[in-house]
């Protein structure tokens, strides 16, 4: 089995709280292709995702973050 795993810095517009954030990484860690998901609570408006590129893309994690009614940019890319 032959997996490429990428990683993908996604700024959040909104301002979140804890549980909001939870609740988020809970969702998104269910998203199609998602292998992990983290923030550091110093840069809340950043999260990273690790994903499986042979499953997903950035531009459908970034989709992802949308359909949950965010305003989210991909940085560095």
Known sequence: MNTSFNEV???????LDDAAFED???GIR????????????????????VYDSAVARASSILHNFHERGLH????GM
């Not at 810095?9 to 301002?15: A, C, K, L, Q, S």
């Not at 998602?34 to 110093?42: E, F, K, L, N, W």
């Open 72 to 75: 989210a940019q991909l940085v």
């Open 24 to 26: 988020l990484e809970r």
């Open 9 to 15: 810095v996604v700024h959040i517009n909104e301002r």
């Open 30 to 49: 269910q998203d199609r292709g998602v292998v992990s998901v983290g923030r550091q609570p110093a840069h809340a408006h950043l999260m990273v995702v």
